[in-house]
């Protein structure tokens, strides 16, 4: 089992700056990926962001490439999003997420397994 704690969120402008992070407790195994998702009201949950934990290889979605930085910490029970020139379209809850194992697709909602309750991100224009 694994617990996950996000904070981090909160309100910036439009061009400014925040890091998400998730604190993770119980086993994460070299094979799982961390990832970040973010829901904006009326809209599905989407992946954002996500880190293989055994090689530290990342993934993005292309809105946030060059943008947001996803990393790993703390032998991999810590995870953090730095997001940098946000825009009004990044405001949503953001989630994150321990898939188990390898995702088929690393940034597919349904590839993982455990799920933090979410910090939310207001961007104001």
């Known amino acids: 089992q694994v617990q996950l704690v996000e904070s981090g969120g909160g309100s910036v402008q439009a061009g400014g700056s925040l890091r998400l992070s998730c604190e993770a407790s119980?086993?994460?195994?070299?094979?799982?990926?961390m990832g970040w998702f973010r829901q904006a009201p009326g809209k599905e949950r989407e992946g954002v962001a996500a880190?293989?934990?055994?090689?530290?290889?990342?993934f993005y979605a292309d809105s946030v490439k060059g943008r947001f930085t996803i990393s790993q910490y703390d032998a991999k029970n810590t995870v953090y999003l730095e997001m940098n020139n946000v825009t009004p379209e990044d405001t949503a809850m953001y989630y994150c997420?321990?898939?188990?194992?390898?995702?088929?697709?690393?940034?597919?909602?349904?590839?993982?397994?455990?799920w933090g309750q979410g910090t939310q991100v207001t961007v104001s224009s």
């Open positions: 880190v293989y934990t055994g090689t530290d290889s990342t």
């Open positions: 119980g086993y994460i195994g070299y094979y799982d990926f």
């Open positions: 997420a321990v898939s188990v194992g390898i995702p088929t697709m690393p940034l597919r909602e349904s590839d993982y397994k455990y």
